[in-house]
């Protein structure tokens, strides 16, 4: 089945403690993309990636890193998190050339 | 002013009404626009994309009008399934890449 998975599905993490978000894919998809989702702000991309070792900043993108070592996944790391981190995060991936982007199911993430 | 706008509702409809929502952009050069479902926190899916000569799929149609730069979703006979939230997506090119910028999107909630 194609489909973009992200893990942890929920997390409660305290300040400061380096998390890692892992996102894949097994469509081949070139694109990918980080998403957060805030209540009255909609989603705003925090990093792309056009494909392996190509990555950008979005919107958003202070506090958060990412990697992309290999086609089909895309992590997100917080060094240090803080409580405005704290959001419903969604990867996404695409095919060059395609409209579609396809969703992972979400992670919610509380920073206390 | 943003981006994308949206009204973020809610839109409360009796079922079988009809309802239309609108979406401005800001950017003139923005080239792509999508309408996306999300229901319930959960991750959005693609509804459909919109072009200019306008499109239509059983009981959604889109129209895009690049003069006044909006873009428009009109739901016809709706079903209680419909109840999500709709959000309105602009690409618009630039530095290689594509930038995606999403609405915060118009919740609808069909009632019985």
């Known amino acids: 089945e194609a489909q973009v998975t992200q893990n942890p599905r929920y997390l409660i993490t305290v300040t400061g403690k380096k998390l890692t978000v892992t996102c894949s894919q097994n469509?081949?998809?070139?694109?990918m993309s980080w998403y957060r989702q805030d209540p009255g702000l909609g989603l705003r991309q925090i990093y792309y990636?056009?494909?392996?070792?190509?990555?950008d900043k979005g919107d958003v993108p202070e506090g958060y890193k990412v990697s992309r070592k290999e086609k089909r996944n895309f992590p997100l790391i917080l060094e240090s998190p803080s409580p405005n981190q704290t959001s419903l995060y969604f990867c996404?991936?695409?095919?060059?050339?395609?409209?579609?982007?396809?969703f992972g199911p979400g992670t919610r993430l509380l920073v206390l | 002013r943003k981006e994308v706008e949206q009204d973020p509702g809610p839109f409360n409809v009796p079922e079988g009404a009809t309802v239309a929502f609108n979406c401005t952009y800001s950017?003139?050069?923005?080239?792509?626009f999508f309408w996306y479902r999300q229901d319930c926190r959960k991750e959005p899916k693609l509804l459909m994309s919109?072009?200019?000569s306008g499109n239509e799929d059983g009981r959604f149609t889109a129209q895009l009008n690049r003069a006044s730069q909006y873009i428009s979703l009109l739901i016809r006979d709706s079903k209680l399934s419909d109840s999500a939230t709709y959000l309105c997506?602009?690409?618009?090119?630039?530095?290689?890449?594509?930038?995606?910028?999403f609405g915060i999107g118009t919740k609808l909630q069909v009632i019985p």
């Open positions: 996404a991936s695409r095919l060059g050339g395609s409209e579609t982007q396809y």
């Open positions: 469509m081949n998809h070139e694109y």
């Open positions: 990636s056009m494909n392996v070792e190509v990555t």
């Open positions: 950017n003139s050069a923005s080239q792509s």
């Open positions: 919109v072009y200019s």
């Open positions: 997506v602009v690409r618009t090119p630039g530095g290689g890449y594509q930038k995606v910028t």
